[in-house]
């Protein structure tokens, strides 16, 4: 089992640094793309590239946002509850979450295959879009799979209380 949680732990990192990457590109992106507004010369496709940018930040923040808890979650009541229901109502939220987010994944799959059969592409820069969708479905298994990584964790804690 350490070995799945170290191969989740450098999947996460890699993926924080793919979306540092791809926001910082979105950034210089933008800025190039109004500079060149300014001078009359707009970079094609920048729109599209930048939606696409988007994505992948999304994607690949989400598991090491979850891991450092760094959701807004709301607590002000649920800090007054014992330990254990706060332990439980924790379980509870996890198993949820791993349910919405792990069925999100497999129809982002199904989706992502449908826009390959069809060949759909973006509007300006012909892009295959199911390219970013697999991204993005990737992106939401390897969350789910943090999600239950984190729920294991909180089971033991409950065990232990």
Do not use: C
């Not at 970079?43 to 988007?54: N, Q």
């Not at 800090?79 to 069925?103: A, D, G, H, N, Y």
């Not at 970013?132 to 479905?137: D, G, H």
């Amino acid at each position: 089992m350490n070995t799945f949680y170290q191969l989740l732990e450098r999947t996460s990192g890699l993926m924080k640094v793919l979306g540092a990457t791809a926001l910082t590109a979105m950034m210089l992106l933008t800025v190039a793309d109004v500079v060149g507004r300014f001078f009359k010369h707009p970079i094609f496709g920048s729109v599209e590239l930048v939606g696409f940018l988007a994505v992948i930040v999304m994607a690949a923040a989400l598991p090491y946002t979850y891991k450092m808890d760094g959701h807004v979650g709301v607590e002000i009541v649920v800090r007054m509850l014992p330990k254990k229901v706060r332990l439980i109502i924790e379980v509870l939220t996890r198993l949820l979450s791993l349910s919405l987010f792990s069925i999100i994944a497999w129809q982002m799959f199904i989706y992502a295959a449908d826009l390959k059969e069809t060949g759909e592409v973006s509007m300006n820069l012909e892009f295959p879009v199911h390219t970013i969708v697999y991204v993005l479905a990737a992106g939401l298994a390897i969350f789910s799979v943090t999600i239950l990584e984190r729920l294991v964790h909180t089971l033991k804690a409950l065990k232990e209380s």
